[in-house]
């Protein structure tokens, strides 16, 4: 199924019609004509059976047959990660994150981060073509880049975790899930959190927290994070 995406869209929507790039693309490359059946999410968990009324390349026009709802997940993941030094590296993260199957993603910046400037358009294009290619009808949410300690005094809900490399006392963030929660979860920048910062999460009751045996970069860590934790949620129902 090729899936395409229109943010206003919703369940009173009867007919809509596309903007003049997606049209163009619609019409003239995909080569869409009247009658055929396209399949549009609004990143909301509605996915919308549609059938072209007008095959225009400057006004594609749809008619919505059906609408399907996705179950909401029963946790909400919310990973806030530094910026890698190498923009496709976090790129990268973003892609698989999305495929997975994450929720909200933060960028923060930290003592130690070498990228203190996001291109936030771009990760987010990114992010929406990730969500069309794997079929997913949630759109992960991107926040604008933050300072970590701004980012810390924020309110939040459900577990919080600190994944770092100092040597400290850390559980496995496996052993520290629970079923069905919100969960925030911190990732630094390429040479770790500071020390400042790792004691700042504690008192702020972040729970430190090791991903594994291994010293993983920044995106790696980011990947295995959001897939224990999508693992662990749909293999304990």
Known sequence: MQLFYNPNIDEATETFSFDKEESRHIIKVLRKKDSDILHVTNGLGLLFETE???????????????????????????LAVAPTKMNDRFEWFLEKATEIGIQEITPIICDRSERK????????????SAMKQ????????????????????????GLQFI?????TDKKSLKQSLKQNENITLLIGPEGDFSEKEITLAIENKFQPVTLGNTRLRTETAAVVACHSVVFFNENSN
């Open 52 to 78: 072209i009324t007008l095959a225009s390349d400057n006004k594609c026009i749809v008619e919505v047959r059906s609408i399907q709802k996705s179950p909401q997940p029963k946790f909400y993941l919310h």
């Open 134 to 157: 794997s079929n997913e009808t949630f759109l992960p949410k991107l926040n604008e880049a933050i300072s970590f300690k701004e980012f810390i005094k924020q309110k939040k809900d």
């Open 117 to 128: 400037v996001i291109n936030k358009e771009r990760f987010e294009k990114i992010i929406l």
């Open 163 to 167: 994944a770092h490399c100092e040597e």
